[in-house]
Nanobody
Framework: QVQLVESGGGLVQPGGSLRLSCAAS????????MGWYRQAPGNQRELVAI???????NYADSVKGRFTISRDNAKNTVYLQMNSLKPEDTAVYYC???????????WGQGTQVTVSS
């Protein structure tokens, strides 16, 4: 059973930066994409950023130009660099691995990001 462990969350002032990491407990094959999602209280979980096996990336409109997703295959890790953070970025951030074969999805346990002065 693969576990995804997120880290790097915390409290930051508006305009600040954080880098989230998501490490898999072991190598994962047949990956279609890795992504970051977030869920604020009272809201549905939403896609923040995704990176495919061909390194193609896609971002939610609300984070374009501020967030950058990247991956290190040798470390089985995906990152989310978040700059120019806003209070509306406050949420629990989850990483996700989507595979081409069963099991199709892995989720991390989430890490809290709070943007507040």
């Amino acid at each position: 059973q693969v576990q995804l462990v997120e880290s790097g969350g915390g409290l930051v002032q508006p305009g600040g930066s954080l880098r989230l990491s998501c490490a898999a407990s072991r190598s994962i094959n047949s990956i279609a994409a890795m992504g970051w999602y977030r869920q604020a209280p009272g809201n549905q979980r939403e896609l923040v950023a995704i990176i495919t096996s061909t390194e193609s990336t896609n971002y939610a409109d609300s984070v374009k130009g501020r967030f950058t997703i990247s991956r290190d295959n040798a470390k089985n890790t995906v990152y989310l660099q978040m700059n120019s953070l806003k209070p509306e970025d406050t949420a629990v951030y989850y990483c996700n691995v989507r595979r081409l074969v069963y099991p199709y999805l892995y989720w991390g346990q989430g890490t809290q990001v709070t943007v507040s002065s």
